[in-house]
Nanobody, 125 residues
Framework: QLQLVESGGGLVQSGGSLRLSCTDS????????MGWFRQVPGKEREVISC????????RYVDSVKGRFTISRDNSKNTVHLQMNSLKPEDTAVYYC??????????????????WGQGTQVTVSS
């Protein structure tokens, strides 16, 4: 079973940037499509981005398109989410996720097989 671990969350001012990372110390992630979800209290977890197992295809939801960039380095078994131009409404717990499919068709619809524990991102106004 995957043990996804996120890092890089924190407190940032509006307009600032953060880079989240996700890795697994035991299992290779290059078999999986990988993505990022976020959740605020009282709301459902929502997908925001996905990258195919090879890294040649990425998908974003409209609310982050043009501001966030997902990438992966399979040689380092790591997935990143570069978040720029952050807004207070981006405040949430961010989760790394993996899907057994190698492409993003299911994950961009909100489906995933494994989750990390989450990392808090807080954007102050």
């Amino acid at each position: 079973q995957l043990q996804l671990v996120e890092s890089g969350g924190g407190l940032v001012q509006s307009g600032g940037s953060l880079r989240l990372s996700c890795t697994d110390s035991e299992f290779r992630l290059d078999y999986y499509a990988m993505g990022w979800f976020r959740q605020v209290p009282g709301k459902e977890r929502e997908v925001i981005s996905c990258i195919s197992n090879s890294g040649d295809s990425t998908r974003y939801v409209d609310s982050v398109k043009g501001r966030f960039t997902i990438s992966r380095d399979n040689s380092k078994n790591t997935v990143h989410l570069q978040m720029n131009s952050l807004k207070p409404e981006d405040t949430a717990v961010y989760y790394c996720a993996a899907d057994t499919a190698r492409v993003c068709d299911d994950m961009i619809m909100g489906m995933a097989a494994s989750w990390g524990q989450g990392t808090q991102v807080t954007v102050s106004s």
